[in-house]
């Protein structure tokens, strides 16, 4: 497999050492967190995108290997396996190059040119294809056949360019050709279906729209397909006919006689019935299939983002889910999560109502003593916030909690092994207060397509998205690090090594012998052996240990290693944990050997100096403008306060407190130029905007988050301006290039 290495090392512009070690160790069991986090050595420092890149790629060619195979087979069984042929076969280096190869062998269903061969009419074809000046129509006479089912000459000629027109259409670079015509010259057009412009007003940006293939970005090429499954709109993709002829005349023309006239006329038909939908069905896979690549990266950066936002922490929270008429479920947990109580207050039903629900609260935050208060986002969120601040609760802090996904986790089967006997309310309301003291924890218990970020993600490839999102939870639980203690089974389950059944077994153990008092102890949990002890142990952290190390993310295989650091200092690990000047005496070159190197012992060292530390950003309380509660409340110009809760290719979702984001587009997202929205925003961060325009009527709200300064003169503006054009084109002929060796 070294082929495959050195490929894959020119790709990535790495070492090709760096490849094979990696595999290595990916086929010994090694996950991509333990690889990027441990054996740094072994990889040359390689980082998780990296890793996983390699993992990949190194998949995606043992695929091409397998189909190599299956086709080499195929051919040998029907005797058309020539050296020249096993040549091409094995120089194949994409899935694309392989299947032209592949294409005038491959058994198909009977065709206008099989009827034809069938008739005896191939060896027409062939002197017709020969395009030596002979007499045609004389020629043609010769193939008439009551027998054959050939009645007439011009009907043996039509077989002929049958014939013709498919050995084209098949031609491994005829194929090349017009696909690299349609990636580079190609248009996608989209045009409203008959009749379908009052039910389909959402798809009216797309009702006449026509934009060149190489530079229609990822999301309105998903719209548009979107619009064509739905019968909105109608959608086509082609380059100019007359072109695509062109390119397949200077291949297949050789004269100009009566032979080359059937032979240009063969062509004609072979690119309109043939060659076009076959390309054109190529070009909307492949475009998918960049598309979903794309929109799948954006969701998962949101996704990650929405992950190791800012926690809370270990605070006594009340959760309320908000309502009007059914009224707000109320829970009250404890500084772990754990449900204390729950009741329901109406406090949006009559003045009565509301009194008693004032009583009920106050009741319950001086009960429990309550340091915070979650308040859903969704109806009567606002409504339910003003009511809660109204009561002036002394030391509190009151957040408003996005709770996309609550419902879904309420009646999840995760929802009912923990709260079996409660309501599904009484479970979103926990979810809601958990999600403010932990996104992380929490939020792993949902599948992460419900959780209210992403672009077109139901439209995607659902098992690459899968695998994608399960790779980003995995890397953000795993950068985080888990309480071993308190977590529960579902984020369990995604640290390094473990998976659901270990999960559970270590939950059970906790359940049956107590708390864990050191990471030693996981190697008593059942099936839980040395090679998951290796790649869970130092992503595990135990609070208040009696070995201070099992709270950090020194791994204990390097334990001997720190004491070493500390015995040589003349302190205990404890004390050169807290002593930041002896830390600084250690001479790490002293304790290089042949499988530690400097990368891991400056991690170590790091790692003493604030073990275990949270590495998400601090919580900051935020509330939206008071009084400004829905979209009849908005006026433009208006500069309101908001956080981020989705991130898109064409710009950022900002929750300003009304029951429906509003649009930040990529050209509003700062004074200069933007080339990716997360260079300016991330999912869950306060900004402020400036509402610009808002139409009730379809419920759509466009923001702006420039500010009033501007380029001080037009000139600077300009030179701002074109200094940028570069880059845009430098991206689009960037997407061309990796688009077209996709098909090459």
Not at 336 to 350: C, D, Q, R, V, W
Not at 447 to 456: E, L
């Amino acid at each position: 497999m070294s082929i495959h290495f050195n490929k894959i090392a020119r790709e990535l512009q790495i070492a090709e050492k760096q490849v094979s070690a990696t595999a290595g160790l990916l086929d010994e069991g090694a996950t991509v967190p333990f690889i990027s986090r441990y054996r740094k050595e072994v990889t040359g420092s390689l980082d998780e995108v990296q890793i996983a890149a390699i993992r990949d790629r190194y998949q995606q060619l043992l695929d091409l290997d397998k189909r190599r195979e299956a086709i080499l087979k195929s051919l040998a069984e029907l005797g058309k396996l020539t050296p020249e042929l096993q040549k091409a076969v094995d120089a194949a280096e994409t899935m694309t190059v392989l299947e032209d190869i592949y294409l005038p062998y491959k058994p198909k269903r009977k065709t206008r040119a099989s009827i034809a061969r069938e008739k005896g009419l191939q060896p027409l074809a062939d002197q017709l294809f020969g395009q030596n000046k002979f007499d045609v129509d004389a020629e043609a006479e010769k193939y008439i056949s009551e027998d054959k089912g050939v009645s007439s000459a011009d009907e043996a000629l039509a077989g002929a360019r049958d014939i013709i027109a498919e050995s084209i259409a098949e031609h491994a670079e005829s194929r090349a050709k017009v696909r690299q015509l349609f990636i580079e010259k190609g248009t996608i057009k989209s045009r409203v279906a008959t009749g379908k412009e009052e039910t389909g007003i959402k798809y009216k940006d797309y009702f006449d729209w026509e934009e060149p293939i190489k530079t229609a970005p990822s999301h309105r090429i998903l719209a548009m397909r979107r619009g064509e499954k739905e019968e909105i709109l109608w959608l086509d993709i082609q380059p100019s006919e007359e072109d695509a002829v062109s390119i397949l005349d200077k291949l297949f023309i050789k004269g100009d006689n009566e032979a080359s006239r059937q032979v240009q006329s063969a062509i004609a038909d072979s690119y309109k019935r043939l060659l076009k939908p076959s390309i054109e069905t190529e070009i909307r896979l492949f475009t998918k299939k960049a598309a979903d690549e794309e929109a799948i990266k954006v969701f998962a950066e949101n996704v990650r983002q929405l992950l190791l936002a800012a926690p809370l922490g270990q605070k006594r929270v009340m959760a309320i889910d908000p309502g009007f008429r059914t009224g707000c479920k109320l829970v009250c947990l404890d500084d772990h999560g754990s449900l204390l109580e729950y009741t329901a207050i109406f406090p949006h039903t009559g003045a009565s109502q509301l009194i008693q629900s004032e009583k009920t609260v106050q009741h319950l935050v001086e009960k429990y003593g309550t340091q915070a208060i979650a308040i859903g986002n969704g109806t009567a969120g606002r409504e339910t916030e003003a009511f809660i601040r109204k009561l002036n609760l002394p030391g509190i802090t009151i957040v408003m909690v996005n709770e996309s996904g609550a419902s879904i986790y309420s009646a999840s089967e995760v929802a009912r092994d923990e709260f079996p006997d409660k309501d599904v309310t009484v479970r979103g309301a926990v979810s809601i207060g958990r999600r403010l003291m932990d996104p992380l924890a929490e939020l792993v218990k949902i599948d992460p397509k419900s959780i209210g970020v992403g672009q077109y993600q139901h439209d995607v490839d659902q098992n690459k998205l899968q695998l994608s999102l399960d790779d980003t939870v995995i890397s953000c639980v795993n950068a985080v690090g888990v309480e071993l203690n308190t977590a529960s089974k579902q984020i369990l389950s995604y640290v390094s090594g473990l998976g659901p059944q270990l999960a559970q077994n270590i939950v059970e153990y906790r359940s049956k012998n107590g708390a864990f008092k050191g990471r030693e102890e996981l190697k008593k949990v059942t099936r839980l052996g040395e090679k998951a002890f290796e790649q869970a142990a130092g992503f595990l952290r135990i609070r208040n240990a009696s070995n201070p190390l099992d709270s950090s993310a020194v791994h204990p295989e390097r334990y001997s290693l720190v004491e070493q650091m500390a015995k040589d200092s003349g302190h205990s690990v404890q004390e050169l944990i807290k002593d930041d000047q002896a830390r600084k005496k250690i001479n790490l070159n002293k304790y290089v050997s042949e499988s530690v190197g400097l990368p891991t012992l400056n991690d170590i060292l790091k790692e003493l100096s604030k073990p275990g530390l949270d590495p998400r950003e601090q919580f900051e309380s935020f509330s939206f403008t008071e009084g400004v509660n829905s979209v009849n409340d908005l006026k433009v110009g208006m500069k309101l306060p908001g956080i981020v809760t989705n991130i898109t290719n064409f710009g950022a979702f900002v929750d300003i407190g009304v029951h429906q984001d509003g649009l930040v587009h990529l050209s509003q997202l700062a004074n200069r130029f933007v080339k990716d929205p997360n260079e300016v925003v991330k999912v869950q961060q306060k900004v402020e905007v400036t509402v610009t325009e808002v139409d009730p009527s379809r419920n759509r709200i466009s923001l702006s988050m420039k500010t009033d300064e501007a380029p001080a003169t037009r000139k600077e503006f300009q030179k701002e301006k074109s200094s940028k054009k570069p880059e845009v084109e430098t991206d689009m002929q960037s997407k061309l290039a990796a688009l077209k060796s996709k098909f090459k």
